[in-house]
């Protein structure tokens, strides 16, 4: 099986879910009918949270590493779209609110034209953007499962053992609780459409019908209309309650890993239900992390925006949102590289955090195309997270690779992408016959440099090069070093390295200062300030602009 400490969790997540598999005869069975079945839910509520991404990229990563050891996998995202309206939303106007209110969201017309439903519309606003995130995910909606019977033989095992349900519910939570008193099941009344104010009252099991309420004593936020009657509770006439839901959805879907944010795992919490009904109820193995009445560890808080973002809108970014922050690819690097249980608070403002995710990006894939060496065992690491982040396929040439500071830098030396990539094939830093993808690659991360500059790089990064020499105080040495400088760039052509060199020989040898005098110079000449990019590549760069200002001194 490998080294624990090199498999990447992702791998080591799929030897213990193929282990278990191997071990139980029920999943055995399963996996033999439906294969890996990787599953996530989400209720469309409204916005949905970047916590939620972390989860996708986490379950769409467990089913490409089992697929990468031979296995049939598939991950399927459903939307939990039954679920109803429990609170009023911002997109609604105050009539639709109280007009819909404990209606499932996907009977609730969508608040922007273009989208089926309400719930469509929150789902897609993140799974439109899967494609960018590399998340290959199966697209599902709850509703049309329950319509299309799925669930039908889980709703009728779970009313014939109501009494075990409630069991489960009395035990955690105490006799008194309601859920320990009432059928597990809730009818979407046919007459106003709610399923938040309908009351399960009797089940026949031989007529297979059940008994509802439509009132205003189920729940305080929602007012039911007063029907009452018999009814089928399969094909979409209902849904469980959540945690109930949860559990039946396992041995009906075939589910054998679903993990879900740490709040879910709380002792006593939703999965610890959802585990019992399983196990209880069902007589299905809850899937990974879970292993029987033991829930395991959900994945850890992932927070974008930083403490900034958190306190100004409470629970921070939404997932769609996260692109205004990182590029989609290198967040899921960052999901990739972090272990599901690590904590990860990305903040762009004034911090290194996004310098810093380029440059283990860039080490990561220098290390898969062999161009760089961190010892075998961190050599494993970094390939597999390089091959696990790519999206789409992995070229067979390293693509150019530009640093987020230094396409920053260009961004704000030129005025224009081609000027830019015409300079870095003067720079060598783009080789003759380098791909059209390959350029388009670095275009991409030009263009993030750029928004990267405006709205979250730290005062260093930012500058602007002199139009005209500006009216700096230098001394006769320094004016010295900075002519030797312009004469020495037009003489050669240099490279970054042996024009480094030649700055110390300049200002020692030539003008008799101290090399930090020299830079000061430069930068004051170029930037009319004191400190600036590193000064090789920059003049490099710039070096045109730069000859005439040093020498208009
Ligand atoms: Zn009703």
Request: glycine fraction near 8%; charge should be positive; include cysteine.
């Amino acid at each position: 099986m490998g080294d624990l400490d090199v498999n990447h969790w992702a791998d080591q997540i799929a030897d213990e879910v193929i282990e278990r598999v191997e071990k139980d005869s029920v999943l055995k069975k399963q996996v033999a009918k439906t294969g890996y079945f990787i599953y996530d839910e989400k209720t469309p509520s409204g916005v949905i949270h970047i916590g939620s991404g972390r989860g996708w990229v986490i379950h769409d990563a467990i089913a490409k590493a089992l697929k990468d050891k031979g296995k049939k996998a598939r991950f399927v995202l459903s939307s939990d779209d039954m679920d109803p309206l429990d609170k009023p939303s911002k997109e609604l106007s105050k009539e639709d609110n109280e007009k819909y209110i404990g209606i499932p969201f996907r009977y609730i017309p969508s608040p922007v034209k273009g989208y089926k439903n309400f719930g469509e519309y929150y789902f897609r606003q993140c799974t439109d953007l899967f494609p960018r995130f590399g998340i290959e995910a199966e697209l599902e909606s709850t509703g049309e499962e329950y319509e299309k019977g799925t669930f039908n033989k889980a709703i009728k095992t779970a009313l014939d053992n109501a009494d075990k349900v409630q069991k489960v519910y009395a035990e955690l939570y105490g006799e008194d609780v309601a859920a320990a008193n009432k059928l597990p099941f809730n009818v979407k009344c046919p007459k106003c459409g709610k399923i938040a104010t309908t009351l399960a009252i009797e089940w026949d099991r031989k007529k297979e019908e059940i008994y509802f309420e439509c009132s205003d004593k189920v729940v305080e936020w929602a007012k039911g209309c007063g029907h009452k009657g018999w009814i089928s509770p399969y094909n979409g006439n209902g849904k469980f309650p959540w945690k109930v839901e949860w559990a039946a959805k396992w041995p009906s879907k075939g589910v054998i890993a679903e993990t879900a944010g740490k709040d879910h795992f709380t002792k006593g919490g939703s999965r610890t239900i959802a585990c019992r009904i399983s196990v209880d109820v069902f007589n299905y193995p809850p899937p990974y992390p879970s292993n029987g009445y033991y829930t395991g560890q959900g994945y850890e808080f992932f927070t974008v925006g930083g403490k900034k973002m958190s306190t100004s809108k409470g629970r921070g970014i939404g997932f769609a949102e996260s692109v205004n922050f990182a590029p989609a690819k290198m967040l899921r690097f960052l999901l990739i590289r972090t272990r599901p249980n690590a904590v990860i608070d990305f903040d762009p403002y004034g911090t290194n955090d996004i310098i810093l995710l380029y440059e283990r990006y860039d080490t990561a894939e220098r290390v898969y195309f062999g161009k760089q060496d961190l010892g075998e065992k961190e050599n494993i690491k970094q390939k597999r997270i390089y091959e696990l982040s790519h999206i789409g396929k992995i070229p067979t040439q390293m693509p150019p690779q530009i640093s987020l500071v230094h396409a920053a830098t260009l961004v704000q030396i030129f005025d224009s992408k081609d000027d830019i990539i015409e300079n870095l094939k003067q720079t060598g830093h783009i080789k003759k016959g380098t791909t059209k993808e390959s350029i388009d690659y670095v275009k991409d991360r030009l263009d993030f440099a750029e928004k990267w500059v405006k709205e979250f790089a730290d005062e260093q990064y930012r500058f602007e090069l002199q139009k005209k020499a500006p009216d700096v105080k230098l001394d006769a040495k320094q004016v010295k070093a900075i002519r030797t400088l312009a004469k020495k760039l037009r003489e050669k052509e240099w490279d970054e390295k042996s024009l480094y060199d030649e700055f110390y020989n300049i200002a020692r040898d030539e003008a008799g200062i101290e090399p930090k005098e020299l830079f000061t110079a430069a930068y004051l000449v170029l930037l009319n300030r004191e400190r600036g990019p590193k000064l090789a590549p920059f003049l490099l760069a710039a070096k045109e602009k730069a000859i005439k200002l040093f020498e208009a001194i």
